[in-house]
């Protein structure tokens, strides 16, 4: 530790989503998921892994929310799982799936525990998933629908509202090379998904501003996207293009008014996008009062004639862009460790597009965590220096990016618990939390003590 102060009210906490860590898949009137769905399905996930029992939160939300307030937590992000709540997507709405959330937001109150709201992080009902899910409009009016009941119960006690987790894996994860539920590998339905889920978060923000939330946002994943040669103008147009479909789509049309010319013309080249209607642009960019901002490596690109591209995630790039291969030390998920990305990052969207504060939703990493037999915590304890270096290095990109002007207002770590990493089953551990699958035992890692002093320091 060092004398790196973050500033006064700083917002220090850790982010879950439902099918990570729920399980209860078929409790008290929760529907299936597209990810129950896809989890099932043979050769989609690790092992055939899937959410049914997970960390089992659902039933041990309580002892959790006492491990939060142990460790300092001041905020907690969790997802609201939209097939509790409608478990078909459409129609009546499940009072017994509010109940869960009610108690949780309740058992985080009473710990003085900030509850952050995500509407939606990827467990679509699967019988919108069977209507085309984010590739069919009404999928975002039912969004809003959603949206407005589970304010209507929660919204006097939730202040923080976010709509979407990361559409960016939604739709090109999703649609396009189809590592991710639904598993489609179509670029015209990846990127008419983009623009659903965009609609969806605006018509549910409007939604949720005429309720009276009183905070709303969504988290977007941007890529940190550099040249391979910085000097090399190809390598210019490539990083232009990434851009494009990995940001710009996303940040233009929500804080600059409307889609960006050249990412529509790259969009023409697969689908006519005369899914944007008029009237859509307004509705997406109307003012939201926080971006959230998840974070974890940053994307090397050439521009290269006969380059293999990004796949279904960056349709348009095969034959003209090399995606460069992550130089180590890499995580656990063979991920590039380069916390000044964070910091470039931060900057870049404070600069193009001004005045919204940002709140980092996510940063951590997976490491190959072995439980020792008296590590930290007692039987079962999790020495991860490794996890420690990567949050010390992010959380001091994080603090930079403030001293440079960046209106950063709090930091929450992926993730509380070892838990479901989608395609990657539960072999991946994000956690600070060791969790042993077979008792359900929580074991705080060292890294959970060390950002236990973070917090009660307000610095490193
Ligand atoms: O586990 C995911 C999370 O659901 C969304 N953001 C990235 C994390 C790590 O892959």
Not at 97 to 110: E, H, P, S, T, W
Not at 117 to 140: M, S
Not at 304 to 316: E, I, K, L, S, V
Not at 430 to 434: C, D, E, K, L
């Given at each position: 530790m060092s004398n790196l102060r973050f500033p006064e009210n700083f917002l220090w906490g850790a982010a879950t989503a439902a099918y990570q860590i729920e399980g209860a898949a078929r409790d008290d009137g929760r529907g299936p998921s597209i990810w129950d769905t896809f989890s099932r399905t043979p050769g989609k996930v690790h092992q055939g892994h899937t959410g049914d029992v997970a960390c089992d939160h659902y039933h041990r939300?309580?002892?959790?929310?006492?491990?939060?307030?142990?460790?300092?937590?001041?905020?907690?992000?969790?997802?609201?799982?939209?097939?509790?709540?409608q478990p078909d997507g459409t129609g009546a709405v499940n009072p017994r799936?509010?109940?869960?959330?009610?108690?949780?937001?309740?058992?985080?109150?009473?710990?003085?525990i900030d509850p952050i709201?995500?509407?939606?992080?990827?467990?679509?009902?699967?019988?919108?998933?069977?209507?085309?899910?984010?590739?069919?409009?009404?999928?975002?009016e039912h969004f809003a629908t959603y949206a407005t009941a589970v304010h209507a119960r929660l919204g006097d006690r939730v202040g923080t509202w976010t709509t979407?987790?990361?559409?960016?894996?939604?739709?090109?994860?999703?649609?396009?090379?189809?590592?991710?539920?639904?598993?489609?590998?179509?670029?015209?339905?990846?990127?008419?998904?983009?623009?659903?889920?965009?609609?969806?978060?605006?018509?549910?923000?409007?939604?949720?501003?005429?309720?009276?939330?009183?905070?709303?946002g969504i988290t977007l994943n941007p890529a940190d996207v550099r040249p391979a040669d910085p000097a090399s103008a190809a390598d210019a147009a490539a990083v232009r293009l990434v851009d494009g479909l990995h940001n710009r789509i996303f940040l233009d049309p929500l804080l600059a008014g409307g889609y960006p010319e050249d990412v529509l013309e790259h969009v023409g080249g697969f689908v006519e996008p005369a899914f944007v209607r008029d009237g859509d642009e307004k509705l997406i960019a109307a003012p939201i009062d926080l971006l959230g901002i998840n974070y974890y490596q940053p994307t090397y690109v050439a521009g290269?004639?006969?380059?293999?591209?990004?796949?279904?995630?960056?349709?348009?790039t095969e034959g003209a862009v090399e995606f460069l291969p992550p130089v180590g030390p890499l995580t656990d998920m063979g991920w590039m460790i380069e916390p000044a990305g964070l910091t470039r990052l931060l900057e870049r969207i404070a600069t193009d597009y001004p005045g919204v504060p940002l709140l980092i939703t996510e940063n951590g990493a997976?490491?190959?965590?072995?439980?020792?037999?008296?590590?930290?915590?007692?039987?079962?304890?999790?020495?991860?220096?490794?996890?420690?270096a990567y949050l010390d290095g992010h959380l001091r990109a994080a603090h930079e990016a403030i001293a440079r002007g960046v209106d950063l207002r709090g930091y929450l770590v992926w993730s509380l618990l070892d838990n479901f990493e989608w395609a990657e089953g539960y072999r991946k551990r994000?956690?600070?939390?060791?969790v042993d699958y077979l008792t359900q035992r929580r074991t705080p890692k060292a890294s959970a003590r060390w950002y236990q002093e973070v917090i009660s320091r307000n610095g490193l």
């Open positions: 939300y309580a002892d959790d929310v006492a491990l939060m307030a142990e460790l300092g937590l001041r905020a907690y992000r969790f997802s609201v799982a939209w097939p509790r709540i799936g509010l109940d869960f959330y009610d108690r949780l937001v309740d058992a985080l109150l009473d710990r003085g709201v995500t509407l939606y992080h990827w467990d679509l009902p699967q019988a919108l998933g069977d209507r085309g899910g984010w590739t069919n409009r009404e999928t975002a979407l987790n990361e559409p960016w894996c939604s739709a090109y994860l999703g649609y396009g090379n189809g590592v991710h539920a639904p598993g489609e590998q179509d670029p015209a339905a990846a990127f008419t998904a983009v623009h659903h889920l965009l609609l969806g978060h605006g018509l549910a923000a409007r939604a949720l501003r005429a309720a009276g939330a009183e905070t709303i290269r004639p006969g380059g293999a591209g990004g796949g279904g995630a960056y349709p348009g997976a490491f190959p965590d072995k439980p020792g037999v008296d590590g930290p915590g007692g039987a079962g304890g999790v020495m991860d220096t490794d996890r420690i994000f956690g600070i939390v060791h």
